[in-house]
């Protein structure tokens, strides 16, 4: 007996829904058929296997009770004992199920609010999920947002359709936005967590440093200069090392731009935070030489097995290289991957 009921007007919102929210129409019908597998098990038990289809061509929706052939049953709901279906199945196997057609619903006013519930969580659910497959291969870009909330310092960044999140701890000290304006941030990482897809932002994160001197200098764009490390204490002061793969371009020059053009664009963005652009060299005596400008080094001494490094620098340059509270030996150690890097005067204390 065909219990069919056609409801041609269901593939009319699915194309509408499809198209409004950007999803396959496909998808917008699997979350029909949820919202009225939902009414069913409502209607005729919540411990039954109910299941609804709607033909994508006529709009026909079928409801029907499923019950699985089993060995011993463990739920009598929506299953059925081996020996039993025997008698009455002779053709149907362990492991097979009996569909049972049953009566269309009429949709009152419970049912079909329980029905929009559903289908407007499962289109929720596409969105995210197309969301995800859009940023998981963006991490490492820059995007430009406009703040929806904050919330506790955490700030909700519109992304067109996507949301991101913009932790307080990942804003540059100092700095604060309020709803509606404009943001520009870093993609340091896109995650799947219970509650769906997040996309996180950072302005603190050094890769947001290298980005925007991509974005101002086309010879790093191109790849003619390329960024080797970056070191940041943010909104105060950063380091970046940048090397030629052209011997007629001087990567610094390019980088700092005319009358400081290319770095002074950077600073702004970055709340006036001061950079120094350090040539890098493989040999790491030399590129520790470098990392510690401004401060004149006379020698450097490598101890590879400890991971320690002893620059010495002239009595009236060793607290430039120190730097205020230690920030310029600590930027160069990070900028350098050396743990530990220890300025010392001309004259060597004893210790």
Known sequence: MDTAVSRPELLLVADSVAREKGIERDEVLEAMEQAIQKAGRAKYGHEKDIRATIDRRTGDVRLSRWTEIVEAVE??????????????????????????????????????????????????????????????????????????????????????????????????????????????????????????????????????????????????????????????DPGSRAKIAVISNDSSIDPVGACVGMRGSRVQAVVAELQGEKIDIIQWNQDPATFVVNALAPAEVTKVVLDEDSGRIEVVVPDDQLSLAIGRRGQNVRLAARLTGWQSMQPVGNQKPDY
Do not use: C, W
């Not at 419970?110 to 499962?122: E, F, G, L, S, Y």
């Open 75 to 232: 739920n009598e709901e929506p299953q059925m004992a081996s020996n039993v279906a025997k008698r009455l199945f002779p053709d149907k196997e362990i492991g097979d199920f009996i569909v049972d057609p049953l009566p269309p619903i009429d949709f009152g006013r419970i049912p079909a609010q329980t029905a929009k519930q559903v289908i407007v969580q499962r289109v929720r659910e596409y969105e995210r999920k197309k969301q995800f497959e859009e940023f998981k291969d963006r991490v490492g870009e820059i995007v430009n947002g406009v703040v929806k909330r904050t919330e506790y310092g955490n700030m909700m960044v519109e992304l067109g359709k996507a949301e991101a999140l913009l932790r307080r701890d990942e804003l540059i000290p100092r700095e604060s936005f309020r709803n509606g304006d404009r943001v520009r941030a870093f993609i340091y990482d896109v995650r799947e967590e219970p509650r769906g897809p997040q996309i996180f932002l950072s302005r603190t994160h050094p890769g947001f440093l290298a980005k925007l001197f991509a974005q101002e200098v086309p010879e790093i764009y191109d790849g003619i200069i390329e960024i080797k490390a970056v070191a940041r």
